[in-house]
């Protein structure tokens, strides 16, 4: 390879690697689950930094916090407590579910 | 009850394009049928250990466990698919050559066949896992919907499995010469698609945060969301938001094997495999 094409690879992880090392933990964000429903369901975030949701599941069977938009699927079984990690999100509102009980368990991640 | 056919049918779906590209890929090797067949009882059984254990599984590692046990069993699978895809640069070309007279080549067929049964192994495990959750917690609710949920979870399972079959007949309809190097294609990308959800595994599981920003988004044009999305999630590893290190993952996978298949082919194999071109 020419030394070029090194130059506009080493930029380009560069730019990718840059954003995230340097952003800074937001505060721990709490979500319980009961009778299939996230409480609270709607959460904001700050935009561009990375996050961190402790799920609590409270009903006694295992739930899937599930949500293309946020790219997470995790289980968490009845009972238990389970850490989500967002990624840096640009703006906008990030809807997610639980996939077994999706009538009821709806909830969206507003980042700002 | 459409609830849990659609949810049972895509997950089905997922890890029966695998059986499917699998199977494809076997085309004329002996015994295929039985190596899939562990693979497939293997991951039936693993699923219903991981859904009893999901608890516990998840308490380990920090917390991290369900992240750790995922990206693993998918790095294991991505390990069995590039030493497919290598064992068929030495002996495939043979192979489809000597296809009508079926011999010695074929029996060593078996040798990557135990491969590609861990990896039949890893989809159903995988997705059979969320399957048997799902219908569990249904199933312990009790109650008058839980005959229909479950009817619907049948049903599910039937459809998936009839939309595999037609994937396998599909890609059987490419011509025998040309098949192998279709199947060892997409298994190159099946696998790079494997690693790049490992990655994402890895980054859950708060063990590499690094490259995590979008680095596009094309869930307008094609969301994942979609049958098709899915579909291709599983097939070449479609994301519609995928983050830098997703993408360098993919790209090392396909660049490692694409490397290792034509050292492979360079090399002189010795026996009834090696013949002037």
């Given at each position: ?8 690879c080493?930029?380009?992880v560069w ?9 800074g933990?937001?505060?721990?964000i709490?979500?319980t689950?009961k009778?299939?429903?996230?409480l ?8 561009n930094?990375p ?7 409270a009903?006694t ?9 946020l790219?997470i699927?995790?289980?968490?079984a ?5 850490i989500?990690?967002?990624?840096p999100l640009?703006?906008?509102?990030y809807p997610f579910?639980?996939e077994?009980h999706?009538?009821t368990?709806q909830?969206?991640v507003?980042a700002? | 009850?459409?609830?849990?056919l659609?949810i ?6 997922e890890a029966?394009l695998?059986v499917?590209i699998?199977l ?5 090797v ?6 899939v067949?562990?693979?497939i009882a293997g991951g ?8 009893a254990f ?11 466990g369900q992240?750790v046990?995922?990206a ?13 895809n290598?064992?068929?640069?030495g ?6 050559r ?8 074929v029996a060593?067929?078996e ?5 590609l049964?861990?990896?039949v ?6 997705e059979?896992?969320?399957v048997v959750l ?7 609710q009790?109650?008058a ?14 459809a ?5 079959a ?5 890609l059987l309809?490419?011509p ?9 294609g997409?298994?190159?990308l099946l696998?790079a698609g ?10 859950q599981g708060?063990?590499f945060e690094y490259l995590?920003r979008?680095?596009?988004?094309t869930?307008?044009?094609l969301?994942?969301d979609s049958?098709?999305g899915?579909?291709?999630h599983?097939l ?6 995928p983050?830098g ?9 396909v ?9 492979e082919?360079r090399r002189p194999?010795?026996?009834a495999v090696s013949?002037?071109a």
């Amino acid at each position: 390879m020419n030394p070029r094409i090194w130059l506009t690879c080493a930029t380009l992880v560069w730019l990718l690697v840059a954003p995230s090392a340097m952003a800074g933990d937001s505060a721990p964000i709490e979500i319980t689950l009961k009778d299939h429903k996230f409480l609270p369901a709607e959460i904001h975030v700050k935009a561009n930094v990375p996050s961190e949701i402790t799920l609590t599941n409270a009903d006694t069977t295992a739930e899937e916090f599930d949500s293309s938009a946020l790219k997470i699927e995790k289980v968490v079984a009845g009972g238990a407590k389970g850490i989500v990690r967002l990624r840096p999100l640009a703006p906008g509102r990030y809807p997610f579910m639980g996939e077994y009980h999706s009538e009821t368990a709806q909830g969206v991640v507003i980042a700002e | 009850m459409l609830a849990s056919l659609l949810i049972v049918f895509r997950e089905v779906i997922e890890a029966g394009l695998i059986v499917g590209i699998v199977l494809a890929a076997t085309k004329g090797v002996a015994g295929r049928a039985i190596w899939v067949g562990y693979g497939i009882a293997g991951g039936v059984a693993g699923a219903g250990l991981v859904a009893a254990f999901a608890g516990r599984i998840a308490a380990s590692f920090q917390g991290s466990g369900q992240e750790v046990f995922d990206a693993s069993i998918l790095l294991l699978a991505v390990l069995m698919l590039t030493w497919h895809n290598v064992w068929m640069a030495g002996h495939g070309r043979a192979m489809a050559r000597d296809m009508k007279q079926v011999g010695a080549q074929v029996a060593a067929g078996e040798r990557p066949m135990a491969a590609l049964a861990v990896v039949v192994g890893v989809a159903v495990l995988r997705e059979g896992s969320e399957v048997v959750l799902f219908l569990y917690g249904i199933a312990s609710q009790g109650g008058a919907t839980t005959t229909g949920m479950l009817a619907g979870g049948a049903a599910g399972l039937a459809a998936g499995a009839a939309t595999s079959a037609l994937i396998y007949f599909g890609l059987l309809a490419i011509p025998a010469g040309r098949l192998f190097s279709v199947t060892s294609g997409l298994i190159t990308l099946l696998a790079a698609g494997m690693a790049a959800q490992a990655i994402l595994f890895i980054q859950q599981g708060g063990y590499f945060e690094y490259l995590t920003r979008t680095v596009w988004d094309t869930s307008r044009v094609l969301s994942q969301d979609s049958i098709i999305g899915r579909m291709l999630h599983t097939l070449v590893g479609y994301s519609d938001a995928p983050n830098g290190a997703q993408l360098l993952a993919y790209a090392a996978t396909v660049l490692t094997i694409v490397a290792l298949t034509r050292l492979e082919r360079r090399r002189p194999h010795s026996g009834a495999v090696s013949r002037p071109a």
